[in-house]
C-alpha cells in the first residue's frame, strides 16, 4: 500500500515490473478487492495497477469534486510510477474515469475496457438525492441496498459472505468522499464526446445489470468508433466479482491485442509551424498596412448558457425542465431573464458558496410568503449540503425575525420536501 499525497492515489501494484502496464479502477462504494478474481491471470502477462477512490478502503479523506479531478489524481499517481502509457479498465464510476482519461490523455492510454459503465450515469438529480440522503442518515442506506444493486438474486442467495463483504466495503467508506463522488456523477456526461474516443475499447456489461445495462452499453458501443460490445450472462452491476472467469478473459483477450510499450515515453506537444515571411525584394513597394479594427472594450458574455447550467446543477434537471416547458410560449422571456441574470449573474458569483446562498434564499422566500418557489429552494439547498438539523435552524430565525405565522406555513412545505429527500429509496 502507498502513502498518497492529496493529489494522488492510494494503490496497489502486481505482476513482473518490466511488463506492460495494465490499470483496474473500482466501482464507487467498493475498493480494489473488487478485482482480487482477476489479478492471479492478469498479473502473470501484465504490471496491474489497482486504485482506490479517496476515501475508499482506507485511503485519505480528501474528496474530489469531478470525474476529472479523480483523472488527474489517477496520472499524477502514475507519474511518481514512471508509468507513462497503459492499458486501462474500470468499473462503473472507473469506467468514467477511463473515459475522461481517453478523451484528454489520449497519447497515455492504449486500450480501453469499460464494465458496468455508461457516457451519463442516471440523471443528475438521482446522485445529488443520493448525496442528500447520505448526508442526512450516513452510508447505512447506501450499504444496505449495495447488494440488490450489485448482484444478481441467485447470487446474492448463493454468496452470503461476499454480500457481507460488499455491505461492510460500503459502510466503511468515508461519507464525505462518497458524496462528493455522487456529485462528480451527477455532473459527468461525454455523450457528445464519444466521438473522439480514438484508443479501442471493449464495453463489457452484465445481462441482469440494472444500473448501467445493457442500453447503455450499446449507446457507448453505437458512439466509439473502434468498440465491440461483450455482454456476460448471470451477471449484474459488479460482474467482475459474480462472474469473474467471464471477465477474466474478456479482458485478457481484449489487452492482448494491444500493443502497450510499457518505456514508451508520451510524446510532446507538437508545436505550431512557424511560416517564414521573405523580405520583400529590392524595388518592391512596401506591403500595405493592414487596417486593425477598433473595440471599445471586451465583449460581455451572455450569461444565459452559465445560468442554466448552475440553475439546472441546484434546482435540478426535472425542476427545471418543468418550468421551461410550462413557460415555452407565454412565459419564455421571463424564464429566459431569470436564467440569465438570477442565476447566470447572482448565483455565479464567487462571493458566497451554494450553501449561504440557499440560506439566504431560503430565509427571503420564507419571510415573503413565498410559498410556491419554497420547495423546490428546500430541496436545492438538502443538495447544496445543507443538512434538515440546519433547515429546522433556519426556521427557528425566521420565525423570531420574520413572524411565527410565516414560519409555520413554510414549515408545512419544507418538511414535506425533508421527508421525500432523505427518506431511502426502497
Not at 460488499?166 to 467508506?173: G, K, N
Amino acid at each position: 500500500m502507498s502513502e498518497t499525497p492529496t493529489n494522488t492515489l492510494q494503490y496497489r501494484l502486481d505482476g513482473p515490473e518490466d511488463a506492460p502496464v495494465l490499470i483496474l479502477g473500482p466501482s464507487l462504494g467498493t475498493t480494489w478487492h473488487m478485482w482480487d478474481r482477476q489479478i492471479p491471470e492478469l498479473s502473470e502477462q501484465w504490471r496491474v495497477v489497482r486504485f482506490d477512490l479517496p476515501g475508499h478502503g482506507g485511503a485519505p479523506a480528501e474528496p474530489a469534486s469531478s470525474v476529472a479531478e479523480l483523472g488527474d489524481r489517477l496520472l499524477a499517481t502514475l507519474d511518481e510510477l514512471g508509468v507513462q502509457r497503459f492499458g486501462y479498465a474500470g468499473c462503473s464510476i472507473g469506467g468514467a474515469i477511463g473515459l475522461d482519461l481517453a478523451l484528454r490523455a489520449p497519447q497515455r492510454v492504449a486500450s480501453l475496457a469499460l464494465v458496468s459503465a455508461s457516457p451519463r450515469f442516471g440523471t443528475a438529480d438521482e446522485f445529488r438525492q443520493r448525496g442528500v440522503i447520505v448526508r442526512t442518515h450516513g452510508l447505512d442506506p447506501m450499504a444496505r441496498s449495495a447488494p440488490e444493486q450489485w448482484f444478481t438474486p441467485g447470487f446474492a442467495g448463493a454468496q452470503p459472505a461476499i454480500v457481507e463483504w460488499a455491505v461492510q466495503m460500503v459502510r466503511t467508506t468515508d461519507a464525505a468522499s462518497y458524496i462528493a463522488a455522487c456529485e462528480a456523477l451527477a455532473a459527468f456526461d461525454v455523450r457528445e464526446a464519444l466521438g473522439s474516443v480514438g484508443v479501442p475499447a471493449l464495453v463489457l456489461v452484465g445481462s441482469e445489470d440494472q444500473v448501467t445495462g445493457p442500453a447503455e452499453a450499446r449507446t457507448l458501443v453505437a458512439g466509439i468508433a473502434d468498440a465491440r460490445l461483450a455482454v456476460v450472462p448471470g451477471a449484474s452491476h459488479l460482474a467482475p466479482v459474480e462472474q469473474p472467469a467471464a471477465v477474466t478473459d474478456l479482458l485478457v483477450q481484449h489487452f492482448a491485442g494491444t500493443a502497450i510499450d510499457p518505456l514508451a515515453a508520451v510524446p510532446a506537444a507538437v508545436p505550431a509551424p512557424v511560416v517564414p515571411v521573405p523580405a520583400p525584394a529590392a524595388g518592391d513597394a512596401p506591403a500595405p498596412e493592414v487596417p486593425v479594427a477598433e473595440t471599445s472594450g471586451p465583449v460581455r458574455p451572455d450569461p444565459y448558457d452559465t445560468g442554466l447550467k448552475l440553475r439546472r446543477e441546484v434546482l435540478g434537471d426535472a425542476h427545471v425542465d418543468r418550468v421551461l416547458d410550462e413557460g415555452a410560449a407565454f412565459a419564455a422571456d421571463f424564464q429566459g431573464l431569470v436564467t440569465r441574470y438570477a442565476w447566470g449573474e447572482v448565483w455565479s458569483r464567487d462571493g458566497l458558496d451554494r450553501r449561504l446562498r440557499s440560506t439566504v434564499t431560503l430565509t427571503a422566500l420564507i419571510a415573503g410568503g413565498h410559498l410556491d418557489d419554497l420547495a423546490g429552494h428546500t430541496r436545492a439547498a438538502l443538495r447544496n449540503g445543507l443538512t434538515p438539523d440546519e433547515l429546522k435552524e433556519i426556521l427557528m430565525h425566521t420565525g423570531v425575525y420574520c413572524g411565527l405565522p410565516a414560519a409555520n406555513a413554510a414549515l408545512r412545505v419544507m418538511q414535506d420536501v425533508v421527508r421525500e429527500e432523505t427518506t431511502p429509496r426502497a
